[in-house]
């Protein structure tokens, strides 16, 4: 079975700043991995995806993720963050059953 | 391409009376077809997963139900609602039920149970 972490339920941070968003995944088969988006009111968005090959992953809305199996881990970043990006993300991880989503992390961009 | 499309968008039910929210998808074959809920802070919880016509699987014992009477529908119904059934909830499909496809999501339906 996979499980998701998503270390921090809430992250403030400054228009134009940098951010990271943690996520730790637990499973003991091989796993693809996922990031989306949820602003309010909506249903979720995919921003990107790990299935294999390269460790880094562009997706949309200038957004990057690492996977790194060694700590397990699938952080999302962005250099510079707007006032747009605020909204509610989940990470997500499927293997051999169906997907599996953290709690999502609440990102505040403040002006 | 295909679509997603799930209705009502918002109800207000009193708490015994009957739910019935609908979900279908256009422009793909036999999808895999999934209802989620999230309550406040709660993050998403899967209640049923469907991989084709009548074939069901419930995750979260509860008074919800869910049918798929038709390949590209999925309703989730009540016969009494109680005010934790109170969320948003969320339709989803995918190519395959685990694997590399990812799930599209529908613009989903605010209950407010009173």
């Known amino acids: 079975a996979q499980s998701v972490t998503q270390l921090d339920s809430q992250v403030p941070v400054f228009e134009e700043a940098p951010v990271e968003l943690r996520c730790n995944y637990s499973?003991?088969?091989?796993?693809?991995l996922f990031w989306y988006v949820q602003y309010p009111n909506q249903g979720l968005q995919l921003l990107l995806k790990?299935?294999?090959?390269?460790?880094l992953v562009k997706g949309i809305n200038g957004f990057e993720a690492e996977f790194n199996k060694s700590q397990t881990s699938f952080h999302l970043r962005k250099p510079s963050v707007h006032i747009s990006d605020t909204a509610e993300y989940f990470c997500?991880?499927?293997?051999?059953?169906?997907?599996?989503f953290g709690k999502g992390t609440r990102l505040s961009v403040i002006a | 391409s295909q679509t997603i499309h799930q209705w009502p968008a918002t109800l207000v039910q009193p708490v015994g009376s009957p739910l019935s929210l609908e979900c279908t998808v256009e422009?793909?074959?036999?999808?895999?077809l999934y209802w989620y809920r999230q309550a406040a802070g709660r993050g998403l919880q899967l209640l049923f997963y469907?991989?084709?016509?009548?074939?069901i699987s419930s995750e979260v014992p509860q008074n919800l139900s869910a049918s798929r009477p038709q390949d590209r529908q999925f309703i989730l119904s009540s016969k009494k609602l109680l005010l934790s059934d109170s969320g948003f909830y969320l339709c989803?499909?995918?190519?395959?039920?685990?694997?590399?496809?990812?799930?599209?999501f529908g613009p989903g339906t605010r209950l407010t149970v009173t």
């Open positions: 989803a499909w995918s190519a395959t039920l685990q694997g590399t496809y990812e799930q599209y």
């Open positions: 499973s003991s088969v091989s796993v693809y």
């Open positions: 790990y299935l294999s090959g390269s460790t």
């Open positions: 997500a991880v499927s293997g051999n059953t169906p997907l599996v």
């Open positions: 422009g793909t074959s036999n999808p895999n």
């Open positions: 469907s991989v084709g016509i009548g074939q």
